[in-house]
């Protein structure tokens, strides 16, 4: 069995209305990141593996 990955923390400050916001996945945002897309589909390859078995439910439904 696989383990499922796990996103790097880059944090982020912002504030908002004087509220300091760490966001450690900020980065997950940019959508053209060669970082990002890589992690998502680490992420789905992994959901497919654990899902796998769900294969006959999904073609019936």
Do not use: I
């Amino acid at each position: 069995m696989s383990t499922p990955p796990v996103a790097k923390r880059h944090p982020q400050v912002r504030v908002h209305h004087g509220d300091e916001v760490v966001d450690d996945y900020e980065w997950l945002r940019d959508k053209d990141d060669p970082e990002t897309l890589a992690y998502l589909e680490a992420e789905n390859a992994y959901t497919a593996e654990r899902t796998e078995h769900l294969a006959p439910l999904r073609e019936r439904l």
